[in-house]
């Protein structure tokens, strides 16, 4: 699964595969924040990138700043 690319959005985050922690995880792309992820399963870590990516929207938005766009 590593090298694998989500989309949501218009936002991109990879998967990598911790083999030592046995945790599947990754960070979205093309922007200046962090946002990351990480979840034991695929399905589980996909929904977790687009928690992550509407949660930044949503801080953003509460905060009155623009978020950074790919």
Do not use: W
């Amino acid at each position: 699964m590593s090298g694998a690319v989500f989309e949501f959005k218009d936002y991109q985050g990879y998967v990598e595969y911790d083999e030592e922690s046995e945790i599947l995880h990754g960070k979205v792309l093309h922007v200046r924040d962090l946002i990351t992820y990480e979840a034991e399963t695929a399905k589980e870590l996909k929904k977790a990138f687009q928690d992550s990516v509407n949660d930044y929207l949503e801080t953003c938005e509460a905060e009155g700043i623009d978020p950074n766009k790919p």
